[in-house]
């Protein structure tokens, strides 16, 4: 684009993912554009129609013309956001784009009973609805990879970490077994939230004042001429809320939720704990295929502009950037929940660009992590060797209790801390500074009670410090996590 373009307002692809390349060419990207968010407005207008002439309150006819006119493809969306400045939301002049798109005898049940907020809420749900079975896909297919990688190396030892230093053995199966589990939990959480995500319907105040009154008066209203507060022309209207969420596919809810933002910060909860799972096994990765420890690697890693030698994680460090931003994008959607009054000024229109960030970066980090989880690379023997790093340090804690019974708990550990500390100092290994800090105890002292326990020998010491035997019950572990479906 040259600047003379640039000045002149042109804008002929406007946020097409050139900095966000985690959701760039995902479904969830195309799943929250503009044009979907159009659409899922066109939709909610369309449902309302269609609601109305199935209660007999609106003309099958108009609910039909509205339903055709109602195609985002010929509406513009820039010229919408423009004009949005002059109202604070593209709602109202989409209304009046449909009211003229439609011919004359159905104009006036375009956006009937409706306030713009109805419409605007009704879409984001129907867009979230849409991403979250994209999202919900993808991590179903995560689940299956993890569950694989799991089983194929249930007993593949290597050393567990603590406070960044080997700790004590554990198994890779274990510990994507434990990615699993944060994946079923996301899945389950997003799944309850999809299942309940409603439509919006209350008018102006939460009402349904304008909804009752045309519900009650006019040619095409079958309970005309019933006063609107009568209580049958009330639950005509209650009832128009069902057949909306049945049109729509969405949830009633039991009362307009204007500033009753329970949905949202359901949505950002559910979606900021997916970011966090998906960034957990990201982390993981990151750690483990770096040069020094190799015991992960991408499959089709990427390059560098630079040093043709790299292999990039590039898929865990879109993860990892994607779990990075979603905690604040979630925490504006929690913001929002003190909303004022009847309708909020603010924070309302704080939700929206928040929202649509966070379905499309978990959306796009999921993709990610089905790809980076169908080509890891495990590398068992680099795992192996790590072990042995250490010279049995891994062991300590069974050393210990092995010692325990001969030398109570106390002095156990006391005479492994000082093998341990004569390792790092002078070699060896831990099996052979224990054997000699043994042979170097003072004899039993006279009179003791009973004869003294045994104490390990060299041999059993060698077998004891062995970390692929002490990997506690992390098989049977696995085995138990895999069962979850």
């Not at 005509?236 to 057949?243: A, E, G, Q, S, W």
């Not at 390990?456 to 049977?476: F, K, M, N, S, V």
């Amino acid at each position: 684009m040259n600047g003379a373009a640039h000045a002149s307002g042109e804008c002929p692809a406007l946020d097409v993912g050139l900095l966000a390349p985690g959701r760039a060419g995902s479904p969830t990207e195309h799943a929250t554009s503009d044009q979907a968010f159009l659409q899922a407005m066109l939709d909610a207008e369309a449902a309302l129609t269609r609601a109305q002439a199935a209660m007999g309150t609106a003309p099958a006819s108009a609910a039909a013309e509205v339903t055709a006119a109602a195609v985002a493809a010929r509406f513009d969306a820039r010229a919408l956001a423009v004009r949005a400045r002059a109202g604070g939301n593209p709602v109202i002049p989409l209304v009046a784009d449909l009211t003229a798109a439609v011919p004359p005898e159905a104009a006036p049940y375009v956006h009937r009973g409706a306030t713009s907020q109805d419409i605007l809420d009704t879409a984001a749900m129907l867009v979230a609805a849409r991403t979250l079975d994209l999202l919900l896909a993808d991590l179903s297919l995560l689940e299956g990879e993890l569950a694989r990688l799991a089983r194929a190396h249930r007993d593949t030892a290597l050393p567990g970490r603590t406070l960044t230093q080997h700790a004590a053995p554990t198994t890779f199966g274990l510990k994507a077994a434990g990615w699993r589990a944060l994946v079923l939990d996301a899945r389950d959480r997003a799944a309850r939230v999809r299942g309940g995500l409603p439509v919006q319907l209350g008018g102006a105040v939460g009402t349904l004042a304008a909804a009752q009154a045309y519900g009650t008066a006019g040619p095409n209203a079958r309970h005309a001429p019933h006063a609107p507060d009568a209580p049958d022309a009330q639950d005509l209207t209650l009832r128009l809320i069902t057949t909306y969420a049945h049109e729509l596919h969405l949830s009633e809810p039991d009362l307009p939720w204007h500033t009753l933002r329970t949905p949202l910060a359901d949505l950002a909860g559910a979606l900021a704990l997916t970011a966090g799972a998906l960034g957990k096994l990201a982390a993981d990765v990151l750690t483990l295929s770096r040069t020094e420890i190799g015991e992960l690697s991408e499959g089709g890693a990427g390059g560098s502009s630079a040093m043709p030698h790299k292999a990039n994680p590039v898929r865990a460090t879109l993860i990892a950037a994607a779990a990075q931003r979603a905690p604040a994008l979630a925490a504006t959607l929690y913001a929002s929940l003190p909303a004022a009054d009847e309708r909020p000024p603010g924070a309302w229109h704080a939700e929206w660009e928040p929202l649509r960030d966070l379905l499309r970066l978990v959306g796009g980090a999921a993709r990610d992590a089905v790809d980076l989880c169908a080509h890891l690379q495990v590398h068992p023997a680099t795992m192996r060797a790590h072990l042995d790093l250490t010279a049995g340090f891994l062991t300590s804690e069974r050393v210990i209790v092995e010692l325990t019974p001969s030398l109570g708990r106390a002095r156990a550990a006391e005479l492994v801390s000082a093998a341990a500390a004569k390792v790092r100092t002078g070699g060896g290994t831990l099996a052979d500074a224990v054997a000699a800090e043994l042979t170097a105890l003072p004899p039993r002292p006279h009179g003791a009670d009973g004869p003294a326990p045994p104490v390990p020998d060299l041999t059993t010491l060698t077998d004891l410090t062995d970390p692929t035997h002490w990997t506690g019950c992390a098989e049977a572990l696995t085995d138990r996590a895999l069962k979850r479906r």
